[in-house]
């Protein structure tokens, strides 16, 4: 009788490997004959389907000589983003000629940035300094949820920008009584409420998904286009999911901000002076900076997602890094380089400092 169970259960367990593997490497959908297969068989036997409980994270294995390097550049990234945002929210705090709207909206950006840095912040340290590679299933999902929250929220901040400089541009005597504290005060909630409900959704459609054994994610952080190559079950809803958000959130405010800029540049032509011109238009650069160095990567980073499967695993992170990285170590060395009152307040700080 053991015999027989003991038989029993080694054939079970080739069925299953044989199946799992055949459900991995071809992505099986469900209501296929594998599929029912293995779901009966892990019924017959008592076990859950969705058996990960953590994920494993990946730095750089292949760059093994390069690593410590390239750990000291990503923790100076994390320092200048850092210190830099909190140096923008103390100046726009301290300096009262900067309590207008164009200033709120980037103390939102700083905040902004500064929760996408500390999103990132426990896992790459983990990696990079700990190497602990090991994140549970529900922190690798909140993780994932603030991340993506905070992207779409950027995109929220810089579309309000383009707005504040359409109006100060093209309306500049109603400035003052369209952008009022109370408006842009709910600008920002409703912004940050839009990304909310937008993100929400993502990890409670991933956790209905039943997971193969492969629990290897391709970054140190946790990103909805890496978790989603992960499950063995219909991804369909997900993957539309995915594009439905981008294309409602991305691909409208992107085309918004480059429709207030059609509509500020017809304006900035229509002034004689070429001098006046080129000091209104001086006015964007920082915000065009922003808007920049935000939507290239992320553009990016889906078309490699989507398009670029068989692309270098090297790709795929640097690509990553550049997005999830530089925008919020480059926005307050942008801001402090081109907005004369911060830069005035910074040569204060620093003479103090000296003297």
């Not at 993502?202 to 946790?222: D, I, V």
């Amino acid at each position: 009788m053991e015999l027989d169970a003991d038989l029993e259960l080694e054939e079970k367990s080739e069925l299953e490997t044989y199946i799992w593997d055949h459900c991995h490497t071809e992505k099986r959908l469900e209501g296929h004959y594998e599929w029912k297969l293995l779901m009966d068989l892990r019924k017959s036997f008592g076990t859950n389907i969705s058996s990960i409980t953590s994920f494993t994270l990946t730095a750089f294995p292949e760059m093994e000589g390069l690593e410590p390097w390239l750990t000291a550049c990503i923790l100076l990234l994390y320092a200048i983003s850092v210190l830099g945002n909190i140096l923008i929210l103390f100046i726009i705090k301290e300096e009262q000629s900067l309590h207008q709207p164009m200033y709120y909206f980037l103390s939102l950006l700083s905040v902004n940035d500064l929760g996408v840095s500390f999103s990132t912040l426990p896992t790459v340290l983990a990696v990079l300094c700990f190497h602990a590679p090991e994140i549970a299933f529900d922190a690798c999902l909140t993780q994932m949820f603030f991340i993506h929250f905070f992207s779409w929220t950027e995109s929220g901040i810089l579309l309000a920008m383009s707005f504040d400089r359409y109006v100060a541009i093209c309306n500049p005597l109603r400035y003052s009584s369209v952008l009022t504290d109370i408006r842009v005060v709910h600008m920002g909630l409703s912004i940050i409420i839009r990304s909310f409900c937008m993100v929400f959704p993502l990890p409670f459609l991933l956790r209905r998904l039943p997971f193969c054994e492969a629990n290897m994610l391709t970054h140190s952080y946790c990103l909805h286009p890496d978790l989603i190559r992960l499950p063995c079950g219909d991804t369909t809803i997900n993957s539309m999911y995915g594009l439905f958000i981008v294309i409602s959130a991305f691909g409208v405010d992107s085309v918004l901000i480059v429709l207030s800029y059609v509509l500020i540049l017809h304006s900035v032509l229509a002034i004689a002076s070429q001098e006046e011109r080129l000091k209104t238009l001086n006015t964007c650069v920082s915000h065009i900076c922003a808007v920049l160095i935000f939507y290239v990567p992320m553009v990016s980073v889906s078309m490699i997602h989507r398009f670029g499967k068989h692309s270098s695993e090297h790709v795929h992170k640097f690509m990553s890094l550049v997005y999830l990285f530089v925008p919020p170590m480059l926005n307050p060395i942008i801001y402090s380089i081109k907005t004369k009152e911060i830069r005035k307040r910074l040569r204060k700080m620093l003479l103090v400092s000296k003297l």
